[in-house]
């Protein structure tokens, strides 16, 4: 497995050489993409001098965690939203016949996608630490390091399930489309500014708050005003990421029993 | 020397798919999402069959007759509904893994190539999921690009390759880990004579030289009659005729055609010893037994009784014998057993 793994970036390397104008286009959008995000987040700050005891440095670093936790999930698990395409055009059959585990051969369908989010991730992320006021302490540093695979983990744990749901129902493009702007779309700003039920589905259902608000709670000594829960539900973050992925996996294993049963 | 020993086993092998009955229309849509009921479709049902080491065997039938659900059953990607496999001693779908090591698999309408990279960077990913040693890795890849002669494109992208050059690629990936066994499900589809021709004369070899065991679907009879000394058919999920190619020609194949055309045209025209099997314009088609009639007693009174133009005899192929399979098995069967 190592060896098929290194195989797979060597291949995405090669394709992205070959294929440089694709991928220079592709990080100009993800810049874009974030920028436009952390631009419209200044914006709407300079209105006020802070949203429910957030400055925008906070919020920025709130923006950072996030985005470091779905950058990573990106880069490594990517391939995942394939998925139903494969199972509709008969593809998934291959990974069937083949020695290896078939979620890890799907990780590895080469895909012309490098890491480039996650090095831009990381780089704001150093941005943000020093700039929210945090001491960088090695303590400081792991724990955001756990913090962030945490974050991936949730991710994966989702668009896995998403992903498995196609093997019920062939297309599941609008549950992901759904799922996805719930992320991007809750993940800016401190959760006590939605409404109850929101606030608690972020928090136990679909634990998006766990990515980022919550940790950066914990980490910035902040009050958590949105459950009124201690801080320290901060440091379970990758627990509940593993929890995620536990519970999605094993849905996972009961979609590929029923593909097996059924052949479709 | 060791005695062919069975690869590929199957006992009452059987699959049913279950399946919700849709109703029609928009109503009928909505119906369906609230209460469902289900109907069953016996896809295989009751195969039994028993493939050595190192056979070639064809295994054939019409569309939906249960072929790629066997082969599907036979890699280990569906579940059995009932019966026994083996495959090199191992339950595919029980061990599907252990399983995948044996096995090499070509769909031909689905390639395993990856289409933006060139043809042996996916043998490089497939060295590396199948762990094949580098020696032997090198040593297959040098083989199949002279067999296959695909040294001129073996650095080009899958997309740009033609049908016959992916085609030949697919093959040399389903078999760079050295199977024991590979299914090649419809691998001539849509190639031209000569990369059919080249496709076969591969399959020949390596089942020849390597001694692999090779279970072929195909539509293409000619495959069949160019590969294969064994034939399985199915029919309807079930095994209608397990055997010799040669057998099932002599068999069924029995019966040859006299082709007439007439100077003018005749009405109802008759010859005693044939059946006439059709009429068209002003040629007729009889039928004869090969062992009850001569076909030059039957010329001779053709040319007596009426004004010929042109005279040709058909000989069954394959192809209209499994037709007339389909079409009157169970006539045939009889016909065979009170013989």
Known sequence: ?264 | MHEPAPIVETRDLRKVFRTVRRRPGALGALRTLFSRDYEERIAVSNVTMSVDAGELVGYIGQNGAGKSTTIKMLTGILVPSGGEIRVAGIVPYENRKQNARNIGVVFGQRSQLYWDLPLVESFELLRAIYAIPRERYQRNVDEFTDLLEMREFLNTPVRQLSLGQRMRGDFAAAMLHDPAIVYLDEPTIGLDVVAKEAIRAFITRVNTERGTTVILTTHDLADVERLCRRIVLIDHGSIIYDGDVERIKSEYGRFRTLVVTFAAAVESPALPGAELAGVQGTTARFRFDRNGERADRLIRIASERYPLEDVSIEEPDLESIIRRIYREGYEQRTEEATR
């Open chain 1, 1 to 264: 497995m190592p060896a098929a793994y290194a195989q797979y970036w060597r291949i995405n390397l090669l394709t992205m050489l070959e294929y440089r104008a694709n991928f220079a286009m592709w990080f100009v959008f993800t810049v874009v993409y974030h920028a436009v995000a952390l631009g419209a987040l200044y914006v709407t700050m300079r209105q006020f001098p802070s949203m429910n005891g957030w400055t925008f440095r906070e919020m920025f670093f709130l923006y950072a965690l996030w985005m470091s936790g779905h950058e990573l999930h990106n880069a490594v698990f990517f391939q995942i939203v394939s998925v139903p395409e494969f199972v509709r055009e008969g593809q998934f059959d291959r990974f069937l016949v083949r020695p290896l585990d078939a979620l890890f051969q799907i990780l590895i369908v080469p895909q012309q996608l490098l890491p480039d989010g996650l090095v831009l991730a990381i780089v704001t992320l150093c941005v943000a630490v020093p700039f929210a006021g945090l001491k960088v302490t090695p303590l400081v540093v792991l724990f955001i390091a756990l913090i962030v695979c945490g974050g991936a983990l949730i991710d994966l744990g989702i668009s896995l399930a998403v992903a498995t749901v196609s093997f019920w129902f062939v297309r599941v493009d609008t549950l992901r489309w759904a799922v996805m702007s719930l992320e991007q779309d809750f993940t800016r700003y401190p959760i006590s500014i939605y409404a109850r039920g929101v606030r608690v589905v972020l928090a136990f259902v679909l634990p998006f708050a766990f990515m980022n608000y919550f940790p950066a709670t914990f980490l910035l000594q902040k009050q958590e005003t949105g459950l009124g829960l201690n801080p320290i539900v901060g440091l379970l973050t990758p627990a509940i990421g593993l929890a995620w992925f536990g519970v999605s996996y094993a849905f996972w294993g009961a979609g590929l029993r029923r593909y097996q049963g059924t052949g479709s």
